[in-house]
């Protein structure tokens, strides 16, 4: 049986959220956000994914659940139509334990969101990885 079209982009579109928490004095835009940006979009494309959406929140502590970008990130993928979320390290997604947990064990996966977390080598798609959740 072939997948429909909406499924297949789905699979092909990913997330990709940066942030960090100081930003870089005199700059448009903070060096690690480049940085991160780069890395990102590079492992993206790697692994397939043809549509990337970014999602920045330059300057924001990760300890903050109402960051700009995140909650419009989490509203995009509620509605459906992105498949993965890739952040550079966990610490980018949520700075306590209990909101990346949450993120990682119930939304994610009743969302049906690919994770991926390029320093700790997290891929959802690879099964369940008890190191994710002692990174955090």
């Known amino acids: 049986m072939k ?3 909406s499924k297949t982009n789905r699979d092909k579109t990913i997330a990709l959220y ?3 928490s100081r930003e ?6 903070s060096y690690s956000i480049i940085n991160q940006r780069k890395l990102l979009q590079k492992v ?13 929140d330059d300057g924001i502590t990760g300890t903050k659940k109402d ?4 909650v419009r ?3 995009k993928l509620e509605k459906g139509g992105i498949g993965a979320v890739m952040v550079k390290d966990l610490s980018r997604l949520a700075r306590d334990h209990i909101r990346a947990d949450s993120l990682l064990e119930e939304f994610f996966p009743e969302h049906d969101i690919r994770f991926l977390s390029v320093s700790e080598g997290i891929d959802t798609a690879q ?10």
């Open 18 to 20: 940066l942030r960090i």
């Open 3 to 5: 997948q429909s079209n």
């Open 67 to 70: 960051r700009k970008d995140f």
């Open 127 to 136: 099964g369940e990885d008890e190191f994710a959740h002692s990174a955090i």
């Open 73 to 75: 990130m989490l509203a």
């Open 44 to 56: 993206a494309k790697e692994k397939g994914f043809t549509k990337l959406i970014e999602f920045v």
């Open 24 to 29: 870089d004095q005199g700059k448009d835009e």
